[in-house]
């Protein structure tokens, strides 16, 4: 039993022990022993490239990571990419729930109406992993949601060729998977099941509301299931499928409400002003009220939560990635609420200096992934960082562009900055840009800096050259 056990460790790839390596020459020897037929990229790519992030901070660049950049090279699916040079503009964005990856929806200046990417970048790194090409994605009517992470991350769902909503692989270059073509005129909202496998789509045509399948590869209107008209749920422009099997909508300036999937019937009704948002879990909806309140909604019953009479004019909602927070952002302060009601107040304008136009971008602030923190957006093009325990100062700021329509705070405390040509990455720590280019990207998921390689083999070819000079 224990020579088996001896027998696996000695086959495994050795992270743990490159994480301890307490000098160059150990984690040199370390790599160079390594089971590189061991290596998974699914498990270790992640955990080794930021060990070896950790070693290059203590070491500099080692001969470990040469020996390891070109093993990442080898790998099948590896390629190297350059920074994007081709100007873009982007007509959606999202955001991964946990924080790792965000897609846009793109299409290059003057291109025509079948042109349009679907693009993948890591936060990590600042790298745009995947692209799948020639979408006509139709994010571009300035509303929320038009591109959305499904299935707990694992795929994309985004409306496509004016009217077509379509499943996608975020890692893969094929296109859509499964589309669900139901409705006509402008891109429709819509929301995919917690599993993913079926997708409801609103619209204003034939009936209010359809499920379809979004596991078929392609289902037509008449194969969709459709529901019976009923006036309160005709237009939605927002929904949310929660958990417990409640498709929670809303329309413009008009009401919001709570569907049944499984029983095909109206839970609740309830007039609604704007804007209107619904939590990540679907749990709560929030609006302003036509009499100035903001009105928190217990989506399962319709029925008031609390309200906030105080707050003046809101411009936007902003959640929490947990749903436990709120960020109402008005004219003069953003205010944050909990599940009981309102928290604190910041006293300062968030508002960028651009105007979206046909962009629904990500929001004027940004919550910390844990929500201990808060990101908001100036009109000068600084993100100011607040802590959401103490907001006497500011903790930093960062100095963005002044073109920024909208940011997202990622994980590893990565800030990114949407603009109508672009987005940017930055690090909240160093206030730095978070840019690894060029890089070696692995299976169109993870990249790789090739500078590892280049920076230590660069000072090793000199020497070479000044060897066969003087000889």
Same mark, same amino acid.
């Given at each position: 039993m224990m020579r088996v056990a001896r027998s696996e460790q000695a086959s495994a790839f050795p992270l743990e022990a490159i994480g301890r390596a307490a000098s160059a020459e150990e984690l040199t020897a370390i790599v160079r022993e390594a089971r590189w037929d061991a290596f998974d990229p699914e498990t270790h790519f992640v955990a080794l490239r930021d060990a070896l992030a950790r070693a290059e901070a203590s070491f500099g660049v080692t001969e470990a990571h040469a020996l390891c950049?070109?093993?990442?090279?080898?790998?099948?699916?590896?390629?190297?990419?350059?920074?994007?040079?081709?100007?873009?503009?982007?007509?959606?964005?999202a955001l991964r729930p946990d924080g790792a990856y965000f897609a846009c929806a793109t299409k290059p200046e003057h291109a025509g109406d079948e042109e349009g990417d679907l693009d993948v970048w890591e936060v990590a790194t600042g790298v745009r992993v995947n692209r799948i090409p020639r979408l006509a994605l139709t994010g571009y009517d300035g509303a929320a949601g038009r591109v959305q992470w499904t299935a707990g991350g694992h795929e994309l769902a985004a409306a496509f060729r004016t009217?077509?909503?379509?499943?996608?692989?975020?890692? &893969?270059?094929? *296109?859509?998977?499964?589309? %669900? $073509?139901?409705?006509?005129? @402008? /891109?429709?909202? !819509? #929301?995919? &099941?917690?599993? *993913?496998?079926?997708?409801? %789509? $609103?619209?204003?045509?034939? @009936? /209010?509301?359809? !499920? #379809?399948?979004?596991?078929?590869?392609?289902?037509r209107a008449d194969?969709?299931?459709?529901? @019976?008209?009923?006036?309160?749920?005709?237009?939605?422009?927002?929904?949310?499928?929660?958990?417990?099997g409640l498709l929670v909508g809303a329309r413009r300036n008009a009401s919001a409400f709570g569907f049944d999937v499984a029983r095909g019937s109206l839970v609740w009704s309830t007039a609604v002003g704007e804007p209107v948002s619904i939590s990540p879990d679907g749990t709560r909806l929030?609006?302003?009220?036509?009499?100035?309140?903001?009105?928190?909604?217990?989506?399962?019953t319709?029925?008031?939560?609390?309200?906030?009479?105080?707050?003046?004019?809101?411009?936007?909602?902003?959640w929490s990635g947990d749903g436990h927070r709120l960020a109402a952002v008005t004219d003069v302060d953003v205010r944050i609420y909990g599940r009981k009601g309102l928290v604190t107040v910041i006293e300062i304008c968030a508002e960028?200096?651009?105007?979206?136009?046909?962009?629904?971008?990500?929001?004027?602030?940004?919550?910390?992934?844990?929500?201990?923190?808060?990101?908001?957006?100036?009109?000068?093009?600084?993100?100011?960082?607040?802590?959401?325990?103490?907001?006497?100062?500011?903790?930093?700021?960062?100095?963005?562009?002044?073109?920024?329509?909208?940011?997202?705070?990622?994980?590893?405390?990565?800030?990114?900055?949407?603009?109508?040509?672009?987005?940017?990455?930055?690090?909240?720590?160093?206030?730095?840009?978070v840019r690894t280019t060029p890089a070696i990207v692995v299976s169109r998921r993870w990249a790789w800096p090739e500078r590892w390689d280049a920076e230590r083999s660069a000072p090793a070819s000199a020497a070479r050259r000044r060897a066969r000079r003087s000889a």
């Open positions: 950049t070109q093993r990442i090279a080898a790998l099948a699916r590896a390629r190297r990419t350059m920074a994007d040079a081709t100007e873009t503009r982007i007509l959606a964005f009217n077509a909503v379509g499943r996608f692989l975020p890692f &893969s270059t094929c *296109g859509a998977v499964a589309r %669900v $073509a139901v409705t006509a005129g @402008s /891109p429709p909202a !819509f #929301a995919a &099941s917690p599993s *993913g496998t079926e997708i409801a %789509v $609103a619209t204003a045509t034939r @009936s /209010p509301l359809c !499920f #379809a399948s979004f596991r078929a590869h392609e289902t194969e969709a299931r459709w529901l @019976s008209a009923e006036a309160p749920l005709f237009d939605a422009h927002v929904l949310r499928w929660t958990e417990g929030v609006h302003y009220a036509d009499d100035g309140r903001l009105v928190m909604l217990d989506t399962a319709g029925e008031a939560l609390h309200d906030d009479a105080g707050c003046g004019e809101v411009r936007s909602f902003v960028s200096a651009v105007d979206p136009d046909e962009l629904a971008p990500p929001g004027v602030v940004a919550f910390a992934p844990d929500a201990s923190r808060l990101a908001t957006l100036g009109p000068d093009g600084e993100v100011t960082i607040w802590s959401l325990a103490a907001f006497s100062k500011p903790l930093g700021s960062i100095a963005v562009d002044v073109a920024t329509i909208g940011i997202a705070w990622g994980a590893g405390d990565v800030l990114v900055t949407v603009a109508e040509t672009g987005v940017r990455l930055w690090s909240i720590r160093t206030g730095r840009e």
